[in-house]
């Protein structure tokens, strides 16, 4: 039978329909596994930070419900260091944001999760007042304190970004491994891991004063820098989070140290979470790629971390707060 012209322009127009139909079915599928693969690996990372546990209520964390207080027998004690205070301000974003408020903030926080870790904890000050830097380590000795974390915060003349930790230039393996553990969580909740060195910023030779008077494993965690607004924003926006992450650092180094079985049962966890977190990034970036070139989108490019910390100690020059 042979179809007349108007037969066949029907024909076509009707496969030109069906072939613009499977392609919008075949984007709109693409996007609904994109968006499942998101989800999903939103959830794995909200499970890493938080352990299982829910958050307590607080800055950028939005309403939630508070946790169960510990119960149980304290496991040991930790020793908190919120940097700088009353005068000594440290760094500043040269504006109205100082230093020693953000560790002050941060270091109540942490006090706070690891207390319901099971931790008795101490601080070297838990308002705005200016407390010697040796006696920070004395305090914490007098205390017969486990573990000692010296929070600050860095800053940079121009670039720099990131999580880095300074230890006692005598470099052991257990304030390495707290320096690590802390600045891995801090990773995972957001921030670049740059590096953990012995010594100071000038020296390997020389100690800051809070490492060289503590006598147990110790470490000074730089989270993020003042002088960059997306550390910034990524401090303020998660401090719960970044509370349980520091938090998280000191558990698993105590766990390594004095708990090695809860510790191997407990990497194991860590371990099965990354693999499923590395197994989610590399579906949403197959994803991801496809969906941009289904619609003729461009991709981000990666962040990289740029610039060199500054020395979270030094004096202030003259006219400045900065440390």
């Known amino acids: 039978m042979q179809l007349t012209d108007a037969e066949v322009r029907e024909i076509l127009a009707r496969r030109k329909i069906q072939k613009r139909q499977r392609q919008r079915r075949r984007r709109r599928n693409t996007l609904i596994a994109l968006l499942l693969i998101i989800v999903l690996g939103a959830g794995i990372y909200w499970f890493i930070g938080h352990k299982g546990k829910i958050g307590k209520k607080g800055s950028g964390s939005g309403s939630e419900e508070k946790p169960?207080?510990?119960?149980?027998?304290?496991?040991?004690?930790?020793?908190?260091?919120?940097?700088?205070?009353?005068?000594?301000?440290?760094?500043?974003?040269?504006?109205?944001?100082?230093?020693?408020?953000?560790t002050l903030k941060l270091g109540l926080a942490v006090r706070d999760q690891l207390e319901l870790l099971g931790f008795k904890v101490g601080m070297t000050r838990t308002e705005d007042i200016q407390v010697d830097r040796t006696e920070r380590g004395l305090m914490a000795n007098k205390a017969d304190a486990q573990l000692f974390v010296s929070i600050h915060r860095n800053k940079a003349d121009t670039g720099g970004d990131g999580v880095e930790g300074f230890i006692p230039k005598k470099n052991d393996k257990e304030s390495r491994m707290l320096g690590e553990n802390i600045m891995h969580f801090l990773g995972r909740a957001g921030f670049t891991e740059r590096s953990i060195r012995a010594g100071t910023l000038q020296s390997t030779n020389d100690d800051y004063e809070e490492n060289a008077a503590a006598s147990m494993p110790s470490v000074l965690i730089e989270v993020g820098f003042l002088s960059n607004a997306a550390d910034n924003?990524?401090?303020?926006?998660?401090?719960?989070?970044?509370?349980?992450?520091?938090?998280n650092g000191i558990d698993l180094t105590f766990m390594e140290i004095y708990e090695p079985e809860k510790a191997e049962a407990y990497k194991k966890v860590i371990e099965a979470a990354d693999a499923a977190s590395k197994d989610v990034t590399g579906k949403v970036t197959t994803a991801t790629e496809e969906l941009a070139k289904a619609t003729g989108s461009m991709l981000p490019a990666k962040r990289e971390s740029t610039?060199?910390?500054?020395?979270?100690?030094?004096?202030?020059?003259?006219?400045?707060?900065?440390?």
């Open 68 to 102: 169960k207080a510990y119960t149980g027998e304290i496991r040991g004690t930790i020793f908190i260091d919120p940097g700088h205070g009353g005068m000594d301000s440290g760094s500043d974003d040269d504006k109205d944001r100082y230093e020693k408020d953000d």
């Open 233 to 247: 924003e990524r401090f303020d926006m998660n401090l719960d989070r970044n509370a349980r992450a520091v938090a």
């Open 307 to 323: 610039g060199a910390g500054i020395d979270p100690q030094a004096p202030a020059p003259e006219g400045s707060d900065d440390e």
